[in-house]
């Protein structure tokens, strides 16, 4: 119960502090489609190693919370992938629902992941959210965060 009560207040920080962004911009509601579509484009991106790609879909204040705690800002988050650090070999999303919160959207969903961390290979089965919003015509992600399942 501690564990989970722990998980809930991080959430909560950190969706607030992906809000605190997007509430002083020019808020555009996105849909869901939209959305799914983003996260689809990055999850492409990932297992190309497409560091372009990435840089135009993840926000410039990025907190990205891994399933072993780490936590990442966008400019360390692509460092780990331009150095070889973090490799996405297979990525697979199900049960994902989107929703929508004004200008912000909260992906809910699980996921199967093939990764080297470090060149050790691991194969994940993880639980996310991850927290976009979009701003003046552009969707980007602004925190993620995941807990490994059993």
């Known amino acids: 119960m501690k564990y989970l009560i722990k998980h809930c207040i991080l959430m909560i920080v950190l969706c607030m502090g992906g809000l605190g962004p997007a509430l002083s911009q020019e808020c555009v509601p996105p849909d869901a ?17 497409d560091l372009d790609t990435m840089a135009q879909l993840l926000d410039d204040e990025l907190v990205y ?3 072993s705690a780490v936590v990442d800002s966008k400019t360390s988050y ?4 331009r150095k070889g650090d973090t490799v996405y070999e297979f990525i697979e999303h199900s049960n994902d629902s989107v929703r929508i919160y004004g200008c912000v959207a909260i ?3 699980q996921g199967k992941y093939d990764v080297r961390i470090g060149q050790k290979p691991l194969k ?10 979009k701003t003046k015509g552009q969707l980007r992600m ?7 399942m059993p």
Do not use: C
């Open 142 to 148: 602004v925190s993620w965060q995941a807990t490994r």
């Open 65 to 67: 919370v891994r399933n």
């Open 78 to 81: 692509l460092d780990s992938m």
């Open 33 to 49: 489609a939209e959305v799914l579509q983003a996260e689809q484009q990055r999850l492409s991106a990932q297992m190309k190693n």
């Open 124 to 133: 994940l089965m993880l639980r996310y959210h991850s927290v976009w919003q």
């Open 107 to 109: 992906l809910t969903g």
